[in-house]
């Protein structure tokens, strides 16, 4: 490094979505009505689980972190996005290209952890329904929410230390549409062999076996209702579990495609669309598969609303 003219960058210049002048602002609509049908459609789940005493059981509290969960995690990419397509000049300082980075591991962690527990919570519902209670008590959901928090804490700021102290020296454009962590490593002068290491051990351990988690349960799930079959039975599980499993597969998918497999031919359309599939079409969908499906939630609406409209005309 000595001797080498070195240039201390500031800031950096996001490239965006790759797609044509001419297409931006069917792109913009496109993308700031999905963003605002993933806060409001997250954001009503949130309410009416807190609003409706009928919906406290750890099944919809865990629902309602991952709405949380969904909201926070929209929001790292998405307005910066839609200001930055509508801006000049894309850029971000290096400060908050970090600090969006932190946020936007912090949330998918937390994302796929809450996945786990909600699927872990269904096994126990479908597979010991009479101590279901017993066994997911308050204490152990709660116990189970703050492990999450932690462990996807400590895991967002390990990769942000070490990606800070790489250092940049010329090459300053991201060719993606947010701060990308192996967007920046590529970017890098400086040696970035223990970056991709740790991404690589991390990413098995935070990705992998969570995967592997959901997959088992949910394979329980199955085989314990295709040992007492009723028609009734084998439709409900499978349109539970199948509307769950494809968003898990869509957002484990792509994640563990694009972080455990850096592309080798650098394709930067495919890498563009596979993280919007899990930075803006999972967390849309989820609401939508989870609950506004679900006939309890329906009920919870039409009480919430009815109460509304009794309290209204007193
Ligand atoms: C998340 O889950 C915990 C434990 O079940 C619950 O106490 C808390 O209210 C939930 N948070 C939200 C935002 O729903």
Known sequence: MTGRNQT??????????????????????????????????????????????????????????????????????????????????????????????YFFLFFADLESFLLVA????????????????????????????????????FHALLHTLLTARLSFCADNVIPHFFCDMSALLKLACSDTRVNELVIFIMGGLILVIPFLLIIVSYAQIVTSILKVPSARGIHKAFSTCGSHLSVVSLFYGTVIGLYLYPSANNSTVKETVMAMMYTVVTPMLNPFIYSLRNRDMKGALGRVICKRKISFCL
Not at 40 to 69: A, E, Q, W
């Open 118 to 153: 909600m699927a872990y919570d269904r096994y126990v519902a479908i597979c010991f329904p009479l101590h279901y209670t017993a066994i997911m008590s308050p204490s152990l959901c709660l116990c189970l929410v703050v492990l999450s928090w932690v462990l996807t804490t």
């Open 8 to 101: 201390i960058i500031s800031e950096f210049l996001i490239l965006g979505l790759p797609i044509q002048p001419e297409q931006k602002n069917m792109f913009y609509a496109l993308l700031l009505t999905m963003y605002l049908t993933t806060i409001l459609g997250n954001l009503l789940i949130i309410v009416l689980i807190r609003l409706d005493s009928h919906l406290h059981t750890p099944m919809y509290l865990f629902l309602s972190n991952l709405s949380f969960s969904d909201v926070c995690f929209s929001s790292v990419t998405m307005p910066k996005l839609l200001q930055i397509m509508q801006s000049q000049v894309p850029s971000i300082s290096y400060a908050a290209c970090l600090t969006q980075m």
